[in-house]
């Protein structure tokens, strides 16, 4: 493993590391409405997402983690990507970025910049680390408190 949590040359580098090096959305939230903390004991990787809601849409969302890079990158760029969905919008989300992560889309116009980690694929053991902001937030709308990254 070298300094960049793991990862090696590839077309998303560039974007991965930008989004580890300088992480967006690790500002407090004024109120939380939602939050859950999700781990990967396997990795190291904790993570705690907080989201704020309005009539069941996220309108604010923000993260705490000690995690690896890819972890923090898909934590960062996933910002972006929640605000103003519900709870089954983000449940489909997870489902196109896990489709990606397996090589079966690798054009997900819904992902966004989550699509960057479409190199995944080739590096099954690493998908836990990209998942599991996206499952921790979908486990925080769902109000469960605390979830392991490597269940499905």
Known sequence: MNGTGGLTAGPYDALVLEHARAPAYQTPLPAVDAAADGH????GDHIRIMLALRDGRIT???FDADACAITL????????RLQG?????VARLLRAFDAVLEGRDESSDALGPLAAFADLAKHPSRRPCARLPLTTALKALDGVPSIDGREP
């Open 85 to 89: 969905r519900c709870r089954d919008e």
């Open 40 to 43: 990967d004991a396997l990795c």
């Open 73 to 80: 990158a898909a934590a960062s760029m996933l910002g972006d």
């Open 60 to 62: 604010g969302y923000a």
